[in-house]
């Protein structure tokens, strides 16, 4: 394992200068509070390591991925995997970044799982649109209401009865705690998924230095994140 990867880490850092000798080595990111403030600390980390200064280029969700998959990016911050299905070019790095769930707000006399899903009776806000928030609205026949606004207002629309059913996001590293007591409402996990950083597939060898790396930075700032006895 360790020749291995000693061979990757070799070949990458031979590679990378050929690829990138004309720009810097950037990286874009959707507008997100969990990129900032966690990932893109993480990334550094792990590219420090391997001696590469990283650009961060904060673009909206849909360019960030045609620059990436376009070459224009070397990769981009976090992803889930099932955004890269129309981008050819585009690979995940194998450590998973972070698990993200898909959570089901219900007001209280409701069934709360997947059920409600399969209702086209049923309206639910879904958070505005992204590559499973679409497979969900393809998959369920339930009428799917995509929103911008925050959790909190969701929460809000439930309680005031406008709605009954509301999906929001949360991750293991930047959880999301819906305030279930407070607006009187009950939750489900209804699917979960990994979220992974991606790299254009130039920088194969790259991803796979970037794999081991990645996993040992993410148990220290897991460790770092648990509370002190």
Known sequence: MLKRTLIALASALVLLPLNSLAKPFTLSHAPHPAIKSIYIPIL????????INVEFLEMSTHRGLVE??????????????????????????????????IILLCVR????????????????????????????????????????????????????????YALYVSTELYPHQAKTDKYNLNWAIVESFPIFHVLHKDHEALADVIAPILSRVLERYRLEQQPKQ
């Not at 550094?44 to 001696?51: A, I, N, P, W």
């Not at 376009?70 to 690979?91: C, I, K, T």
């Open 109 to 164: 006399e409701t069934d709360c799982s997947d059920n409600a899903l399969k209702d086209p009776k049923n309206r639910i806000l879904i958070p505005t649109e992204t590559a499973v928030v679409r497979r969900f609205i393809v998959t369920y026949p339930a009428n799917f209401t995509p929103v911008s606004h925050s959790l909190s207002k969701s929460q809000e629309m439930l309680s005031m009865g406008r709605f009954k």
């Open 44 to 51: 550094k980390e792990v590219y420090s390591e391997l001696g």
């Open 68 to 101: 990436a998959n376009a070459g224009h990016v070397e990769g981009d911050v976090a992803r889930f995997s099932e955004a890269l299905q129309d981008y050819p070019n585009l690979m995940t790095v194998p450590t998973a970044l972070d698990r993200a769930d």
